[in-house]
């Protein structure tokens, strides 16, 4: 049995995860792919409760560190539960956000040095990373005119246009130094358009999986 890929969606507030993950599942079920889909943080029990801690209101004025930690607390639990033994017997795991996510929110919004992140990341994943990471990127005005249609603002959405100014400064920054993994989608276009470029960088993966 070989091992599965491992998928991930970045982007900042409302650049369209949700829907292109619907995209992606639709590819794999085509292809007749067996896939786990999960999300960040949660994707566990203990992370969902996590996540509800880590987006609600009760702990408005949680310290950074505390926020870092907890993001990993989830993780952990998340590849030792579901994503390594999923990737193990051979499924591909969709993943909406992950570790990127981390540089981007805590490093680049929050003010946390990337290497305090790296030594977590070395901890916690012992080198493992997402093989191909899709960064649905877009103006952050747009961004937020798009996810301001939803429901209320959880405590990220909350953040003022500076803080997702950072957040997608350091998803781009990410995105530069490793560009073979990181594919920027340019998400500001179309819905068609958008699921156009997706496809496109997935096919070779789905191409190379049938043998
Ligand atoms: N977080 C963190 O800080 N550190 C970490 O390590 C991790 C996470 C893992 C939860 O994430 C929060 O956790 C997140 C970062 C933090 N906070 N924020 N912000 P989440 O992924 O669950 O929450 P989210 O970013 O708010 O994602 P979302 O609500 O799922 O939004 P989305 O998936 O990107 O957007 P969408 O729902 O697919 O689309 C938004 C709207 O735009 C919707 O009405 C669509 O129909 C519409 N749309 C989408 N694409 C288009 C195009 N191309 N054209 C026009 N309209 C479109």
């Known amino acids: ?66 926020e870092l930690l907890m993001m990993f607390a989830s993780r952990a639990e998340h590849l030792q539960q579901k994503i390594l033994p999923a990737l193990d017997t051979g499924q591909w795991v969709l993943c909406d956000r992950f570790t990127d996510a981390t540089y981007a929110y805590q490093g680049g919004g929050r003010g946390i040095a990337f290497s305090r992140i790296q030594v977590l990341e070395d901890w916690v994943q012992n080198g493992l990373k997402p093989d191909l990471t899709l960064l649905l990127d877009l103006p952050v005005e747009l961004g937020l005119e798009r996810a301001g249609k939803r429901s209320a603002p959880d405590r990220f959405e909350s953040e003022a ?51």
């Open 1 to 66: 049995m070989t091992e599965g890929l491992f998928i991930t969606l970045e982007g900042i507030e409302g650049a369209g995860k949700t829907t292109c993950m619907d995209h992606l599942r639709s590819l794999l079920e085509q292809a007749g792919i067996a896939f786990l889909e999960t999300r960040e943080p949660g994707g566990t029990q203990l992370g969902e409760e996590l996540r509800q801690l880590l987006l609600g209101h009760k702990h408005t004025g949680m310290s950074h560190d505390a």
């Open 161 to 211: 246009m500076e803080f997702f100014d950072r957040v997608r400064q350091a998803y781009l920054e990410l995105s530069r130094k490793e560009p073979e993994r990181i594919r920027i989608i340019d998400a500001s276009q179309n819905l068609e358009a958008v699921l156009a470029q997706i496809s496109s960088v997935v096919k070779p993966y789905l191409q190379s999986s049938i043998r």
